[in-house]
Protein backbone atom coordinates (compact mmCIF):
# COMPACT_ATOMS: atom_id res chain seq x y z
CA UNK A 1 0.00 0.00 0.00
CA UNK A 2 1.55 3.25 -1.03
CA UNK A 3 1.67 6.14 1.84
CA UNK A 4 3.36 8.82 -0.70
CA UNK A 5 1.07 11.80 -0.82
CA UNK A 6 -0.92 11.87 -4.77
CA UNK A 7 -2.33 15.11 -6.29
CA UNK A 8 -6.03 15.59 -5.68
CA UNK A 9 -7.76 16.29 -9.35
CA UNK A 10 -9.21 19.49 -9.62
CA UNK A 11 -13.08 17.29 -9.72
CA UNK A 12 -12.70 15.24 -6.64
CA UNK A 13 -11.43 18.79 -4.79
CA UNK A 14 -14.32 20.01 -5.58
CA UNK A 15 -16.38 17.50 -4.65
CA UNK A 16 -14.87 16.97 -1.21
CA UNK A 17 -15.24 20.66 -0.54
CA UNK A 18 -18.69 20.51 -1.27
CA UNK A 19 -19.16 17.31 1.27
CA UNK A 20 -16.55 18.28 3.62
CA UNK A 21 -13.78 15.88 3.11
CA UNK A 22 -10.45 17.58 3.92
CA UNK A 23 -7.45 17.03 1.70
CA UNK A 24 -5.61 14.80 4.03
CA UNK A 25 -8.60 12.17 3.71
CA UNK A 26 -8.74 12.51 0.35
CA UNK A 27 -4.95 12.35 -0.16
CA UNK A 28 -5.20 9.22 1.92
CA UNK A 29 -7.73 7.40 0.25
CA UNK A 30 -6.15 7.80 -3.21
CA UNK A 31 -2.62 6.89 -1.97
CA UNK A 32 -4.59 3.80 -0.41
CA UNK A 33 -6.02 2.51 -4.07
CA UNK A 34 -9.04 4.47 -4.70
CA UNK A 35 -9.86 5.96 -8.12
CA UNK A 36 -11.19 9.59 -8.17
CA UNK A 37 -14.24 8.31 -9.56
CA UNK A 38 -14.91 5.87 -6.55
CA UNK A 39 -14.39 8.29 -4.18
CA UNK A 40 -16.75 11.30 -5.73
CA UNK A 41 -19.27 8.29 -5.84
CA UNK A 42 -18.76 6.98 -2.34
CA UNK A 43 -19.50 11.28 -1.53
CA UNK A 44 -22.04 11.10 -3.61
CA UNK A 45 -23.85 8.34 -1.45
CA UNK A 46 -23.55 10.50 1.45
CA UNK A 47 -20.65 8.82 3.24
CA UNK A 48 -19.26 11.52 5.55
CA UNK A 49 -15.69 11.98 6.22
CA UNK A 50 -15.70 10.29 9.59
CA UNK A 51 -16.88 7.02 7.90
CA UNK A 52 -14.26 7.00 5.35
CA UNK A 53 -11.62 7.17 7.56
CA UNK A 54 -13.34 4.56 9.48
CA UNK A 55 -12.83 2.57 6.68
CA UNK A 56 -8.92 3.67 5.91
CA UNK A 57 -7.97 2.23 9.00
CA UNK A 58 -10.21 -0.86 8.95
CA UNK A 59 -8.58 -1.36 5.65
CA UNK A 60 -4.68 -0.18 7.79
CA UNK A 61 -6.04 -3.06 10.00
CA UNK A 62 -8.23 -0.82 12.33
CA UNK A 63 -12.05 -0.52 12.49
CA UNK A 64 -14.52 -0.80 15.03
CA UNK A 65 -14.02 -3.48 17.92
CA UNK A 66 -16.42 -6.26 17.66
CA UNK A 67 -18.56 -7.67 20.55
CA UNK A 68 -17.81 -10.50 22.86
CA UNK A 69 -20.36 -12.68 21.05
CA UNK A 70 -19.25 -11.86 17.50
CA UNK A 71 -15.51 -12.33 18.82
CA UNK A 72 -16.10 -15.62 19.83
CA UNK A 73 -18.08 -17.00 16.62
CA UNK A 74 -15.19 -15.54 14.54
CA UNK A 75 -12.60 -17.33 16.31
CA UNK A 76 -14.16 -20.86 16.09
CA UNK A 77 -14.48 -20.66 12.55
CA UNK A 78 -11.31 -19.17 12.07
CA UNK A 79 -12.03 -15.66 10.76
CA UNK A 80 -9.40 -13.17 11.81
CA UNK A 81 -9.94 -10.44 13.56
CA UNK A 82 -8.69 -7.89 10.94
CA UNK A 83 -11.40 -9.42 8.36
CA UNK A 84 -14.02 -8.61 11.53
CA UNK A 85 -13.29 -4.95 11.80
CA UNK A 86 -12.68 -4.65 7.93
CA UNK A 87 -16.14 -5.35 7.60
CA UNK A 88 -17.75 -3.43 10.53
CA UNK A 89 -16.25 -0.57 9.19
CA UNK A 90 -17.30 -1.12 5.65
CA UNK A 91 -20.93 -1.02 7.10
CA UNK A 92 -21.90 -4.97 7.63
CA UNK A 93 -24.42 -5.67 11.08
CA UNK A 94 -22.86 -7.97 13.32
CA UNK A 95 -25.86 -10.50 13.00
CA UNK A 96 -25.18 -10.58 9.13
CA UNK A 97 -21.80 -11.45 10.15
CA UNK A 98 -22.82 -14.03 12.41
CA UNK A 99 -25.39 -15.24 10.00
CA UNK A 100 -22.70 -15.55 7.06
CA UNK A 101 -20.26 -17.64 9.46
CA UNK A 102 -23.37 -20.00 10.19
CA UNK A 103 -23.71 -20.37 6.51
CA UNK A 104 -20.66 -21.50 6.50
CA UNK A 105 -19.25 -18.44 4.37
CA UNK A 106 -14.84 -19.20 4.73
CA UNK A 107 -12.60 -16.39 5.52
CA UNK A 108 -11.27 -16.29 1.66
CA UNK A 109 -14.73 -15.83 0.47
CA UNK A 110 -15.52 -12.52 2.62
CA UNK A 111 -12.43 -11.18 1.80
CA UNK A 112 -13.47 -11.96 -1.69
CA UNK A 113 -17.01 -10.75 -1.25
CA UNK A 114 -15.57 -7.12 0.31
CA UNK A 115 -12.93 -7.08 -2.44
CA UNK A 116 -15.89 -6.95 -5.93
CA UNK A 117 -17.84 -4.52 -3.51
CA UNK A 118 -19.80 -6.80 -0.75
CA UNK A 119 -20.20 -5.72 3.14
CA UNK A 120 -21.90 -2.56 2.24
CA UNK A 121 -19.49 -0.67 0.08
CA UNK A 122 -19.93 -1.74 -3.63
CA UNK A 123 -17.08 -0.99 -6.38
CA UNK A 124 -18.13 1.73 -8.16
CA UNK A 125 -17.61 2.79 -12.02
CA UNK A 126 -20.45 5.39 -12.79
CA UNK A 127 -18.11 6.28 -16.23
CA UNK A 128 -22.19 5.45 -17.79
CA UNK A 129 -22.84 9.15 -16.12
CA UNK A 130 -20.77 10.39 -18.74
CA UNK A 131 -22.18 9.26 -21.75
CA UNK A 132 -22.53 11.09 -25.12
CA UNK A 133 -26.60 11.05 -25.24
CA UNK A 134 -28.56 14.25 -25.29
CA UNK A 135 -28.96 15.70 -22.24
CA UNK A 136 -31.49 18.20 -21.16
CA UNK A 137 -34.41 17.01 -22.24
CA UNK A 138 -37.86 18.30 -21.46
CA UNK A 139 -41.10 16.45 -22.07
CA UNK A 140 -44.21 17.89 -21.44
CA UNK A 141 -47.53 16.66 -20.97
CA UNK A 142 -50.29 17.95 -23.00
CA UNK A 143 -54.27 17.73 -22.82
CA UNK A 144 -53.44 14.04 -23.80
CA UNK A 145 -50.53 13.47 -20.88
CA UNK A 146 -47.51 12.78 -21.72
CA UNK A 147 -47.63 10.51 -25.09
CA UNK A 148 -45.36 8.66 -27.00
CA UNK A 149 -45.31 11.60 -29.49
CA UNK A 150 -44.56 13.74 -26.86
CA UNK A 151 -41.07 12.14 -25.79
CA UNK A 152 -39.90 12.03 -29.17
CA UNK A 153 -37.97 15.02 -29.00
CA UNK A 154 -34.42 16.06 -30.64
CA UNK A 155 -32.12 13.06 -31.10
CA UNK A 156 -35.01 10.28 -29.28
CA UNK A 157 -37.32 11.87 -32.18
CA UNK A 158 -35.61 10.78 -35.26
CA UNK A 159 -36.58 8.13 -36.94
CA UNK A 160 -34.10 6.83 -39.07
CA UNK A 161 -34.72 4.98 -42.18
CA UNK A 162 -32.58 1.99 -42.09
CA UNK A 163 -31.94 1.10 -38.21
CA UNK A 164 -28.22 -0.45 -37.48
CA UNK A 165 -28.52 -2.16 -35.02
CA UNK A 166 -28.97 -5.97 -33.93
CA UNK A 167 -29.57 -5.65 -30.37
CA UNK A 168 -32.52 -4.40 -28.31
CA UNK A 169 -30.48 -0.63 -27.10
CA UNK A 170 -33.14 1.77 -26.97
CA UNK A 171 -33.24 4.79 -29.57
CA UNK A 172 -31.40 7.45 -28.88
CA UNK A 173 -28.82 5.08 -25.84
CA UNK A 174 -25.49 4.29 -26.47
CA UNK A 175 -24.25 1.33 -27.71
CA UNK A 176 -22.53 -1.36 -25.91
CA UNK A 177 -19.77 -3.42 -28.32
CA UNK A 178 -20.07 -6.70 -28.06
CA UNK A 179 -23.75 -7.09 -26.59
CA UNK A 180 -25.17 -10.52 -28.19
CA UNK A 181 -27.62 -9.89 -31.64
CA UNK A 182 -31.49 -10.19 -30.79
CA UNK A 183 -31.60 -12.09 -34.06
CA UNK A 184 -34.44 -8.90 -35.69
CA UNK A 185 -34.98 -9.23 -39.66
CA UNK A 186 -36.77 -5.85 -39.80
CA UNK A 187 -34.92 -2.78 -39.83
CA UNK A 188 -36.62 -0.86 -42.85
CA UNK A 189 -38.60 1.97 -41.23
CA UNK A 190 -41.04 1.46 -44.52
CA UNK A 191 -41.26 -2.57 -43.91
CA UNK A 192 -43.77 -1.33 -40.27
CA UNK A 193 -44.05 2.41 -40.11
CA UNK A 194 -47.59 4.18 -39.96
CA UNK A 195 -47.12 7.88 -39.10
CA UNK A 196 -49.43 7.65 -36.66
CA UNK A 197 -48.49 4.77 -34.52
CA UNK A 198 -47.75 6.55 -31.75
CA UNK A 199 -51.22 7.91 -31.34
CA UNK A 200 -53.03 4.49 -32.17
CA UNK A 201 -50.79 3.18 -28.97
CA UNK A 202 -51.98 5.82 -26.81
CA UNK A 203 -55.69 5.90 -27.66
CA UNK A 204 -55.60 2.06 -27.32
CA UNK A 205 -54.49 2.33 -23.91
CA UNK A 206 -56.60 5.14 -23.21
CA UNK A 207 -60.03 3.00 -24.36
CA UNK A 208 -59.33 0.03 -22.90
CA UNK A 209 -62.47 -2.11 -21.30
CA UNK A 210 -62.82 -4.69 -19.59
CA UNK A 211 -64.88 -7.57 -19.99
CA UNK A 212 -65.42 -9.19 -17.08
CA UNK A 213 -67.05 -6.29 -15.65
CA UNK A 214 -68.17 -3.85 -18.03
CA UNK A 215 -70.31 -5.67 -20.09
CA UNK A 216 -73.67 -6.06 -18.57
CA UNK A 217 -73.69 -9.40 -18.76
CA UNK A 218 -76.92 -9.56 -16.35
CA UNK A 219 -78.96 -8.38 -19.06
CA UNK A 220 -78.60 -11.58 -21.45
CA UNK A 221 -81.77 -12.99 -21.30
CA UNK A 222 -82.42 -17.08 -22.58
CA UNK A 223 -83.04 -16.76 -26.15
CA UNK A 224 -84.20 -19.50 -28.84
CA UNK A 225 -82.37 -22.26 -29.24
CA UNK A 226 -81.33 -21.39 -33.07
CA UNK A 227 -80.52 -17.91 -32.03
CA UNK A 228 -78.74 -18.78 -29.18
CA UNK A 229 -76.78 -21.45 -31.78
CA UNK A 230 -76.16 -18.66 -34.01
CA UNK A 231 -74.91 -16.26 -31.74
CA UNK A 232 -72.46 -19.48 -30.21
CA UNK A 233 -71.32 -20.09 -33.84
CA UNK A 234 -70.39 -16.46 -34.23
CA UNK A 235 -68.69 -16.52 -30.89
CA UNK A 236 -66.84 -19.10 -31.93
CA UNK A 237 -65.63 -17.96 -35.23
CA UNK A 238 -64.52 -14.51 -34.13
CA UNK A 239 -62.23 -16.47 -30.60
CA UNK A 240 -60.72 -18.31 -33.23
CA UNK A 241 -59.62 -15.66 -35.76
CA UNK A 242 -58.91 -13.10 -33.30
CA UNK A 243 -56.96 -15.51 -31.61
CA UNK A 244 -55.11 -16.10 -34.87
CA UNK A 245 -54.23 -12.50 -35.71
CA UNK A 246 -52.64 -12.46 -31.63
CA UNK A 247 -50.49 -15.18 -32.67
CA UNK A 248 -49.26 -14.27 -36.00
CA UNK A 249 -48.45 -10.98 -34.69
CA UNK A 250 -46.75 -12.12 -31.75
CA UNK A 251 -44.67 -13.84 -34.37
CA UNK A 252 -43.77 -10.75 -36.18
CA UNK A 253 -43.22 -8.44 -33.08
CA UNK A 254 -39.54 -9.99 -32.17
CA UNK A 255 -38.65 -9.03 -35.86
CA UNK A 256 -39.09 -5.61 -35.64
CA UNK A 257 -35.69 -3.71 -34.61
CA UNK A 258 -35.93 -1.56 -31.12
CA UNK A 259 -35.14 1.73 -33.45
CA UNK A 260 -39.13 1.42 -34.43
CA UNK A 261 -40.32 0.74 -30.69
CA UNK A 262 -43.12 2.94 -31.69
CA UNK A 263 -44.59 0.48 -33.65
CA UNK A 264 -43.59 -2.35 -31.30
CA UNK A 265 -45.44 -0.81 -28.57
CA UNK A 266 -48.66 -0.31 -30.73
CA UNK A 267 -48.88 -3.62 -32.05
CA UNK A 268 -48.53 -4.97 -28.70
CA UNK A 269 -51.52 -3.51 -27.87
CA UNK A 270 -53.45 -4.93 -30.64
CA UNK A 271 -52.21 -8.31 -29.39
CA UNK A 272 -54.11 -7.54 -26.11
CA UNK A 273 -57.05 -6.51 -28.10
CA UNK A 274 -57.28 -9.72 -29.90
CA UNK A 275 -57.08 -11.66 -26.19
CA UNK A 276 -59.81 -9.66 -25.23
CA UNK A 277 -61.90 -10.26 -28.36
CA UNK A 278 -60.90 -13.96 -27.33
CA UNK A 279 -61.91 -13.22 -24.07
CA UNK A 280 -65.54 -11.88 -24.03
CA UNK A 281 -66.69 -13.95 -27.34
CA UNK A 282 -65.95 -16.82 -25.95
CA UNK A 283 -67.39 -15.75 -22.58
CA UNK A 284 -70.65 -14.90 -24.38
CA UNK A 285 -70.54 -18.33 -25.89
CA UNK A 286 -70.44 -20.02 -22.73
CA UNK A 287 -72.64 -17.70 -20.33
CA UNK A 288 -76.26 -17.90 -21.90
CA UNK A 289 -76.78 -21.86 -21.67
CA UNK A 290 -75.37 -22.46 -25.41
CA UNK A 291 -71.51 -23.11 -26.20
CA UNK A 292 -69.13 -23.45 -28.86
CA UNK A 293 -69.94 -24.37 -32.26
CA UNK A 294 -67.61 -25.73 -35.14
CA UNK A 295 -64.11 -24.30 -36.15
CA UNK A 296 -63.18 -22.41 -39.53
CA UNK A 297 -61.94 -24.23 -42.32
CA UNK A 298 -59.16 -21.61 -42.31
CA UNK A 299 -58.58 -21.08 -45.62
CA UNK A 300 -58.17 -17.26 -45.32
CA UNK A 301 -56.50 -17.85 -42.30
CA UNK A 302 -53.11 -19.29 -44.18
CA UNK A 303 -52.80 -16.16 -46.32
CA UNK A 304 -51.96 -14.52 -43.22
CA UNK A 305 -50.09 -16.77 -41.40
CA UNK A 306 -48.08 -17.54 -44.77
CA UNK A 307 -46.81 -14.25 -45.09
CA UNK A 308 -43.25 -13.86 -45.87
CA UNK A 309 -43.09 -10.37 -45.13
CA UNK A 310 -44.41 -8.01 -42.75
CA UNK A 311 -46.08 -5.54 -44.81
CA UNK A 312 -47.86 -8.97 -46.93
CA UNK A 313 -49.58 -9.84 -43.43
CA UNK A 314 -50.65 -6.06 -42.52
CA UNK A 315 -51.92 -5.70 -46.08
CA UNK A 316 -53.64 -8.94 -45.89
CA UNK A 317 -54.86 -9.14 -42.09
CA UNK A 318 -55.48 -5.49 -41.27
CA UNK A 319 -56.59 -3.79 -44.21
CA UNK A 320 -58.54 -6.93 -45.93
CA UNK A 321 -59.50 -9.38 -43.38
CA UNK A 322 -60.09 -6.95 -40.49
CA UNK A 323 -62.06 -4.65 -42.52
CA UNK A 324 -64.55 -7.56 -42.90
CA UNK A 325 -64.31 -7.93 -39.26
CA UNK A 326 -64.93 -4.47 -38.66
CA UNK A 327 -68.37 -4.87 -40.75
CA UNK A 328 -69.40 -8.15 -38.93
CA UNK A 329 -68.90 -5.92 -35.70
CA UNK A 330 -70.50 -3.65 -36.98
CA UNK A 331 -73.39 -5.29 -38.13
CA UNK A 332 -73.76 -7.18 -35.16
CA UNK A 333 -73.94 -4.33 -32.79
CA UNK A 334 -77.07 -3.37 -34.63
CA UNK A 335 -78.49 -6.97 -34.91
CA UNK A 336 -77.54 -7.84 -31.34
CA UNK A 337 -80.32 -9.24 -28.75
CA UNK A 338 -79.84 -7.18 -25.69
CA UNK A 339 -77.57 -4.39 -24.07
CA UNK A 340 -74.73 -6.80 -23.40
CA UNK A 341 -74.43 -7.67 -27.07
CA UNK A 342 -74.96 -4.23 -28.10
CA UNK A 343 -72.14 -3.30 -25.60
CA UNK A 344 -69.85 -6.11 -26.54
CA UNK A 345 -69.92 -5.27 -30.51
CA UNK A 346 -69.52 -1.79 -30.16
CA UNK A 347 -66.62 -2.23 -27.97
CA UNK A 348 -64.71 -4.93 -30.28
CA UNK A 349 -66.12 -2.45 -33.30
CA UNK A 350 -63.45 0.34 -31.90
CA UNK A 351 -60.79 -2.20 -30.90
CA UNK A 352 -61.11 -3.38 -34.35
CA UNK A 353 -61.07 0.06 -36.18
CA UNK A 354 -57.55 1.21 -34.87
CA UNK A 355 -55.78 -1.61 -36.16
CA UNK A 356 -57.35 -1.26 -39.61
CA UNK A 357 -55.86 2.23 -39.23
CA UNK A 358 -52.63 0.84 -38.78
CA UNK A 359 -53.30 -0.97 -41.69
CA UNK A 360 -54.25 1.28 -44.45
CA UNK A 361 -51.83 4.29 -43.13
CA UNK A 362 -49.29 1.60 -42.96
CA UNK A 363 -49.67 0.51 -46.70
CA UNK A 364 -50.21 4.68 -47.48
CA UNK A 365 -46.51 5.06 -46.04
CA UNK A 366 -45.29 1.86 -48.21
CA UNK A 367 -46.69 3.82 -51.02
CA UNK A 368 -44.80 7.01 -50.40
CA UNK A 369 -41.85 5.68 -50.06
CA UNK A 370 -41.80 2.68 -51.98
CA UNK A 371 -44.40 2.94 -54.92
CA UNK A 372 -42.09 0.64 -56.64
CA UNK A 373 -44.37 -1.95 -54.55
CA UNK A 374 -47.43 -0.98 -55.66
CA UNK A 375 -47.85 -4.45 -57.88
CA UNK A 376 -46.44 -6.37 -55.50
CA UNK A 377 -49.10 -4.65 -52.56
CA UNK A 378 -51.81 -5.95 -55.74
CA UNK A 379 -50.74 -9.21 -56.22
CA UNK A 380 -50.74 -9.86 -51.79
CA UNK A 381 -54.50 -9.16 -52.43
CA UNK A 382 -54.96 -10.60 -55.32
CA UNK A 383 -54.03 -14.04 -53.45
CA UNK A 384 -55.73 -13.12 -50.21
CA UNK A 385 -59.12 -12.35 -52.02
CA UNK A 386 -59.13 -15.53 -53.28
CA UNK A 387 -58.29 -17.37 -50.28
CA UNK A 388 -61.05 -15.20 -48.75
CA UNK A 389 -63.47 -16.12 -51.40
CA UNK A 390 -62.29 -20.29 -50.63
CA UNK A 391 -63.72 -19.83 -46.74
CA UNK A 392 -67.11 -18.19 -48.62
CA UNK A 393 -67.52 -21.66 -50.17
CA UNK A 394 -65.98 -24.16 -47.60
CA UNK A 395 -67.30 -22.14 -44.31
CA UNK A 396 -71.18 -22.05 -44.41
CA UNK A 397 -71.28 -22.11 -40.91
CA UNK A 398 -70.16 -18.83 -40.22
CA UNK A 399 -72.39 -17.30 -42.83
CA UNK A 400 -75.21 -18.89 -41.83
CA UNK A 401 -75.06 -17.90 -38.46
CA UNK A 402 -74.84 -14.32 -39.12
CA UNK A 403 -77.43 -14.69 -41.35
CA UNK A 404 -79.87 -16.41 -38.12
CA UNK A 405 -78.92 -14.00 -36.36
CA UNK A 406 -79.61 -11.27 -38.51
CA UNK A 407 -82.75 -11.99 -39.24
CA UNK A 408 -84.47 -13.33 -36.40
CA UNK A 409 -84.11 -16.83 -36.41
CA UNK A 410 -83.56 -19.72 -38.65
CA UNK A 411 -87.01 -19.54 -40.06
CA UNK A 412 -86.18 -15.78 -41.64
CA UNK A 413 -82.56 -17.10 -42.88
CA UNK A 414 -83.52 -15.77 -46.27
CA UNK A 415 -84.07 -12.41 -44.83
CA UNK A 416 -80.86 -12.45 -42.96
CA UNK A 417 -79.09 -13.76 -45.89
CA UNK A 418 -79.75 -10.32 -47.83
CA UNK A 419 -78.42 -8.46 -44.67
CA UNK A 420 -75.42 -10.67 -44.52
CA UNK A 421 -74.69 -9.83 -48.24
CA UNK A 422 -75.80 -6.59 -47.62
CA UNK A 423 -72.91 -6.25 -44.87
CA UNK A 424 -70.56 -8.20 -47.25
CA UNK A 425 -71.36 -4.54 -50.28
CA UNK A 426 -70.26 -2.16 -47.20
CA UNK A 427 -67.07 -4.09 -46.59
CA UNK A 428 -66.21 -4.24 -50.26
CA UNK A 429 -67.43 -0.72 -50.38
CA UNK A 430 -65.36 0.11 -47.81
CA UNK A 431 -62.31 -1.84 -48.37
CA UNK A 432 -61.71 -0.22 -52.23
CA UNK A 433 -62.33 3.67 -50.43
CA UNK A 434 -59.57 2.78 -47.64
CA UNK A 435 -57.27 1.37 -50.59
CA UNK A 436 -58.12 4.46 -52.76
CA UNK A 437 -56.87 6.83 -50.21
CA UNK A 438 -53.87 4.61 -49.90
CA UNK A 439 -53.57 5.36 -53.42
CA UNK A 440 -54.25 1.79 -54.55
CA UNK A 441 -56.79 1.59 -57.17
CA UNK A 442 -58.29 -1.83 -56.87
CA UNK A 443 -61.44 -1.53 -59.04
CA UNK A 444 -60.57 -3.14 -61.65
CA UNK A 445 -59.10 -6.07 -60.27
CA UNK A 446 -61.20 -7.13 -57.52
CA UNK A 447 -61.67 -10.61 -57.83
CA UNK A 448 -64.59 -11.52 -59.61
CA UNK A 449 -66.50 -13.07 -56.13
CA UNK A 450 -66.19 -10.02 -54.35
CA UNK A 451 -67.48 -7.66 -56.97
CA UNK A 452 -70.60 -9.39 -56.88
CA UNK A 453 -71.28 -8.22 -53.75
CA UNK A 454 -71.06 -4.26 -54.99
CA UNK A 455 -73.21 -4.72 -58.13
CA UNK A 456 -76.76 -4.35 -58.93
CA UNK B 1 -85.03 25.02 -22.89
CA UNK B 2 -82.51 24.15 -25.92
CA UNK B 3 -83.59 24.25 -29.06
CA UNK B 4 -82.75 21.28 -31.64
CA UNK B 5 -80.43 21.78 -33.31
CA UNK B 6 -78.58 24.87 -32.59
CA UNK B 7 -75.36 25.79 -31.08
CA UNK B 8 -76.83 26.77 -27.54
CA UNK B 9 -77.97 22.45 -27.49
CA UNK B 10 -74.84 21.37 -28.62
CA UNK B 11 -72.80 23.66 -26.11
CA UNK B 12 -75.59 22.25 -23.08
CA UNK B 13 -74.54 18.37 -24.16
CA UNK B 14 -70.76 19.68 -24.51
CA UNK B 15 -70.70 21.28 -20.92
CA UNK B 16 -72.49 17.90 -19.39
CA UNK B 17 -69.66 15.10 -21.29
CA UNK B 18 -67.25 17.26 -20.08
CA UNK B 19 -67.90 17.14 -16.74
CA UNK B 20 -68.85 13.64 -16.39
CA UNK B 21 -66.03 11.82 -15.31
CA UNK B 22 -67.43 8.85 -17.36
CA UNK B 23 -67.11 10.19 -20.64
CA UNK B 24 -63.45 11.16 -20.06
CA UNK B 25 -63.12 7.50 -18.81
CA UNK B 26 -63.87 6.34 -22.26
CA UNK B 27 -60.54 7.53 -23.05
CA UNK B 28 -59.36 9.76 -25.66
CA UNK B 29 -61.52 11.56 -28.53
CA UNK B 30 -59.87 13.10 -31.38
CA UNK B 31 -62.00 14.22 -33.93
CA UNK B 32 -63.92 16.98 -35.95
CA UNK B 33 -67.36 15.24 -36.88
CA UNK B 34 -70.42 16.95 -38.01
CA UNK B 35 -73.93 17.02 -37.44
CA UNK B 36 -76.45 17.68 -40.25
CA UNK B 37 -80.16 18.63 -39.25
CA UNK B 38 -82.02 20.13 -42.68
CA UNK B 39 -79.65 23.15 -43.70
CA UNK B 40 -77.98 23.36 -41.19
CA UNK B 41 -74.94 22.16 -39.93
CA UNK B 42 -73.02 22.14 -36.63
CA UNK B 43 -69.26 21.33 -36.12
CA UNK B 44 -68.17 19.90 -33.42
CA UNK B 45 -64.38 19.38 -32.23
CA UNK B 46 -63.58 16.27 -29.79
CA UNK B 47 -59.83 16.75 -28.52
CA UNK B 48 -58.56 14.22 -25.77
CA UNK B 49 -60.76 14.01 -22.70
CA UNK B 50 -63.51 16.67 -24.35
CA UNK B 51 -65.75 18.32 -26.24
CA UNK B 52 -63.65 21.36 -26.99
CA UNK B 53 -65.89 23.58 -29.82
CA UNK B 54 -69.54 23.41 -31.18
CA UNK B 55 -70.09 26.14 -33.86
CA UNK B 56 -72.43 26.73 -36.69
CA UNK B 57 -70.68 26.12 -40.18
CA UNK B 58 -71.78 25.87 -43.90
CA UNK B 59 -71.43 22.78 -46.67
CA UNK B 60 -67.67 23.81 -47.75
CA UNK B 61 -66.44 22.69 -44.02
CA UNK B 62 -67.88 19.51 -44.32
CA UNK B 63 -64.91 18.82 -46.39
CA UNK B 64 -62.63 19.38 -43.15
CA UNK B 65 -64.51 17.26 -41.28
CA UNK B 66 -63.74 13.19 -40.70
CA UNK B 67 -67.62 12.58 -41.14
CA UNK B 68 -70.57 14.23 -40.19
CA UNK B 69 -73.86 12.50 -39.41
CA UNK B 70 -76.83 12.84 -41.25
CA UNK B 71 -80.91 12.56 -41.35
CA UNK B 72 -83.86 14.39 -41.73
CA UNK B 73 -84.99 16.91 -39.00
CA UNK B 74 -87.82 14.04 -37.77
CA UNK B 75 -85.27 10.89 -37.47
CA UNK B 76 -82.90 13.34 -35.87
CA UNK B 77 -86.03 14.02 -33.61
CA UNK B 78 -86.79 10.21 -33.35
CA UNK B 79 -83.55 9.65 -31.93
CA UNK B 80 -83.11 11.77 -29.48
CA UNK B 81 -87.14 11.07 -28.09
CA UNK B 82 -85.60 7.78 -27.36
CA UNK B 83 -82.30 8.63 -26.17
CA UNK B 84 -84.73 11.08 -23.32
CA UNK B 85 -87.38 8.28 -23.21
CA UNK B 86 -84.98 5.43 -22.38
CA UNK B 87 -82.01 7.71 -20.71
CA UNK B 88 -79.54 6.45 -23.82
CA UNK B 89 -80.35 4.71 -26.90
CA UNK B 90 -82.49 1.78 -26.89
CA UNK B 91 -81.21 -1.34 -29.24
CA UNK B 92 -82.49 0.09 -32.62
CA UNK B 93 -81.42 3.94 -31.82
CA UNK B 94 -77.83 3.77 -31.41
CA UNK B 95 -75.33 5.87 -34.29
CA UNK B 96 -73.87 2.58 -35.73
CA UNK B 97 -77.75 0.88 -36.13
CA UNK B 98 -79.00 3.95 -37.71
CA UNK B 99 -75.70 4.01 -39.89
CA UNK B 100 -76.37 1.12 -41.18
CA UNK B 101 -79.90 1.50 -41.39
CA UNK B 102 -80.27 4.27 -43.74
CA UNK B 103 -79.82 3.95 -47.74
CA UNK B 104 -76.78 6.67 -47.26
CA UNK B 105 -76.11 5.98 -44.16
CA UNK B 106 -75.93 8.40 -40.95
CA UNK B 107 -71.73 8.93 -40.76
CA UNK B 108 -71.02 10.28 -43.97
CA UNK B 109 -67.28 11.46 -45.43
CA UNK B 110 -65.77 12.64 -48.11
CA UNK B 111 -62.75 10.42 -47.51
CA UNK B 112 -63.39 6.94 -46.83
CA UNK B 113 -60.48 7.06 -44.16
CA UNK B 114 -61.22 9.56 -41.99
CA UNK B 115 -64.81 8.34 -41.88
CA UNK B 116 -63.62 5.32 -39.63
CA UNK B 117 -63.46 7.71 -36.84
CA UNK B 118 -67.15 7.43 -36.75
CA UNK B 119 -66.29 3.73 -35.50
CA UNK B 120 -62.79 4.34 -33.61
CA UNK B 121 -64.68 6.77 -31.38
CA UNK B 122 -68.27 5.24 -31.58
CA UNK B 123 -68.88 4.61 -27.86
CA UNK B 124 -67.71 8.58 -27.32
CA UNK B 125 -69.75 9.87 -29.50
CA UNK B 126 -72.78 8.07 -28.53
CA UNK B 127 -71.77 9.05 -24.93
CA UNK B 128 -72.45 12.51 -25.92
CA UNK B 129 -75.80 11.79 -27.47
CA UNK B 130 -76.59 9.77 -25.04
CA UNK B 131 -75.97 12.93 -22.66
CA UNK B 132 -79.25 14.64 -24.11
CA UNK B 133 -81.04 12.83 -21.85
CA UNK B 134 -80.03 15.35 -19.40
CA UNK B 135 -81.82 18.20 -20.73
CA UNK B 136 -85.42 18.88 -21.92
CA UNK B 137 -85.19 19.84 -25.92
CA UNK B 138 -87.38 21.34 -28.14
CA UNK B 139 -87.56 21.11 -31.46
CA UNK B 140 -87.56 23.56 -34.08
CA UNK B 141 -89.68 23.98 -36.76
CA UNK B 142 -88.52 22.02 -39.51
CA UNK B 143 -85.42 23.44 -41.13
CA UNK B 144 -85.55 25.62 -44.45
CA UNK B 145 -83.27 24.64 -47.08
CA UNK B 146 -80.70 28.14 -47.14
Known amino acids: MANETVAIPANVRAKAQEKQWPDDLVESALAAGATPEQLIGYMDQGISADQARQFLAAQAGGGPEPSKELADKAALVNWPIDLIKTALAAGAAETDLMRFMDMGITAEQAREFMAGGGAGQPQLDLSWMNVPTEWNTRAKPTKHGLTLEGINIGRYGEIPDVWPYQTEMPRGAVPIPGVESMGYSIFEKQEVWSDNCARLYEEAIQRRWRPATDVPWDTIQPLPDDLERAICQICTHISEKEQMEADVLGRWEPDISYGYHEVKLFLATTIFDNARAVEVFRKRALSNGGGLGIQSPGWGFRSIVDARNFTEMAVIQFVLHDSLTLMQYAYGEKYAKNPAEKFIFARAMQDKARIVDYGITHLKFVMMHRADRRDEMQRYLDKAEGMMLQDDKKDPATREAFAIYFGGGKDKIHEGLAIYREMRRKHVEQYLARLKWATIDRAERLDPGMRVFIQD | ?146
Open chain 2, 1 to 146: MPVFPSVEWFNAIKDIVNSDPAFRQLGTVDSVIGARVGSKIYELTFEAFECTGVREVGEHDLRDMDFWLEQTPAQWQEMLDNIKKNGAADLTHTLNTIDLSLPNGFAQSHDGYRRDAFYRFNQSIQDFFNASAKIDTTYAPEAVTA
